[in-house]
């Protein structure tokens, strides 16, 4: 495997301590561009992972979890749409469920699989092994409704079942639901104020039910209760494309710096500047920040991403990040004591 130039770098033991204390006080202010960790953390990308059957292509790679025996579920956009592999690699199945074009894919506690498609405006929930179980929205149909939506981009599910859509990009709110897929509520609409939202690109909920809304075009994750109520406002200097929460309530997020477009008034966002990582504490404080290798259309080498989109990450740590102009799934293995 070779390793990538992602780690925290040479900080001098006193500079690293200082840089996490400044963080956690001022966790409210858009974060310097400053390693966070008081170690070194290496990820290597593994170029032979997985292992392909003959035949199958990627496309564009917008959705991926694991499971809790620590299988992978990509959603890509060319059939099989959702594949399945081991964390060794080794496929295990794929469907051959019609999609109109994925976007995001959410495994939850009870092992059932969700997917969201902007181009149906629907959001759903499968076995394991891709039998249907419920469709939210109505198919072709966009709309702002309690059974409409306008290009779902994700969904979280509590452990009692609860279903939180962020919707989206032709909508602006999160829309709530019970475990049969009965509307209950929604909030936010379109702004820059906090507890509405710009594009809420992303979504994942803790094990204390705290929801965190990505909204990618104003940089910023906002957390709320159950029931909507503002909590917090996070910025930590980057755009989220993907969230994940773990069980450990660490939170993943993958995006791009918000880098000011003169031209237009907001954040460049097509394309990306760059492809950062973080991983926060349960309390926001920045733990680790990578900034990933940039790759050419079409000629990306192993462990170069190009539009980073989405983040799955293992028992063991590791890995799992796809993006949009690379088209490919990539996995990252931790490298402890480097």
């Known amino acids: 495997m070779s390793n990538l130039n992602l780690a925290a770098g040479a900080l001098p033991a006193t500079l690293a301590v200082v840089a996490g204390m400044c963080l956690a006080a001022a966790s409210e202010a858009p974060v310097p561009t400053v390693w966070a960790d008081l170690g070194r953390v290496v990820y290597a990308v593994d170029p032979k992972w997985p292992a392909k059957p003959v035949g199958v292509q990627w496309a564009e790679m917008p959705g991926v979890d694991v499971d809790s025996r620590d299988q992978v579920y990509l959603f890509t956009r060319k059939a099989p749409y959702v594949q399945v592999y081991a964390a060794d690699g080794a496929f295990v199945r794929a469907w051959e469920q019609p999609f109109k074009l994925a976007h995001q894919i959410k495994v939850d506690p009870e092992g059932n699989v969700w997917t969201t498609d902007i181009g149906a405006h629907t959001v759903q929930k499968f076995t394991p092994e891709g039998k249907l179980l419920l469709t ?51 909030w936010g609409k379109r702004g820059d104020t906090p507890g509405n939202f710009v594009l809420p690109h992303t979504i994942a909920v803790d094990s204390k039910n705290r929801i965190y809304v990505g909204d990618r075009d104003t940089a910023r994750i906002q957390l709320f209760d159950t029931s909507g109520k503002l909590l917090r406002v996070w910025h930590k200097g980057i755009m989220p494309w993907g969230l994940r929460v773990t069980p450990k309530d660490e939170i993943w997020v993958v995006g791009s710096q918000p880098v000011r477009d003169p031209t237009k008034g907001g954040f460049i966002v097509y394309p990306p500047p760059d492809q950062l990582m973080l991983k926060l504490a349960p309390d926001g404080r920045i733990v ?32 799992y990040l796809g993006d949009i102009q690379g088209k490919r799934l990539q996995k990252f293995t931790l490298r402890k004591g480097r």
């Open 136 to 186: 939210l929205g109505t198919a072709g149909q966009p709309g702002c409704d309690s059974s409409h939506f306008n290009q779902p981009t994700d969904v979280a599910i509590t452990a009692a079942g609860d279903v939180f859509i962020s919707d989206g990009y032709g909508n602006t709110r999160v829309v709530h639901f019970d475990k049969s897929g009965e509307y209950v509520k929604e």
């Open 288 to 319: 680790g920040r990578w900034t990933l290798p940039k790759g050419e259309d079409g000629a990306e080498k192993p462990g170069e991403l190009n539009w980073l989109h989405c983040i799955g990450v293992d028992s063991a740590e590791n890995l």
